[in-house]
């Protein structure tokens, strides 16, 4: 079983900037894939950003150029900086991880809104 913990939501004004983590836990697990995701009101969940172990790094069109994911495996912590925040941006934003045994763990999710 994988805990995931996330942090470093809130509300900013556009064009401002949020870093979000997102720290796992647990016993005898080893990350392949982190991703993160959100789902804004009335909408499906998103894939906003995903890193697998290689270290690349995949975007969703709406947030190139803006937004950098990253991990540090020796804390088996994910990051999201999100920069030149947009109202569009507003969602709650989920944590993703894939363990090497296959299994997927979703965070609580953290709040991310961005005012006009």
């Known amino acids: 079983q994988v805990q995931l913990v996330e942090s470093g939501g809130g509300l900013v004004q556009a064009g401002g900037s949020l870093r979000l983590s997102c720290t796992a836990s647990?016993?005898?697990?080893?990350?392949?894939?982190m991703a993160w995701y959100r789902q804004a009101p009335g909408k499906q969940r998103e894939l906003v950003a995903r890193?697998?172990?290689?270290?690349?790094?995949d975007y969703a069109d709406s947030v190139k150029g803006r937004f950098t994911i990253s991990r540090d495996n020796a804390k088996n912590t994910l990051y999201l900086q999100m920069n030149s925040l947009r109202p569009e941006d507003t969602a709650v934003y989920y944590c993703?991880?894939?363990?090497?045994?296959?299994?997927?763990?979703w965070g609580q999710g953290t709040q991310v809104t961005v005012s006009s």
């Open positions: 890193i697998p172990n290689s270290g690349s790094t």
């Open positions: 647990g016993r005898d697990f080893r990350i392949n894939a």
């Open positions: 993703n991880v894939r363990t090497w045994r296959g299994y997927t763990y």
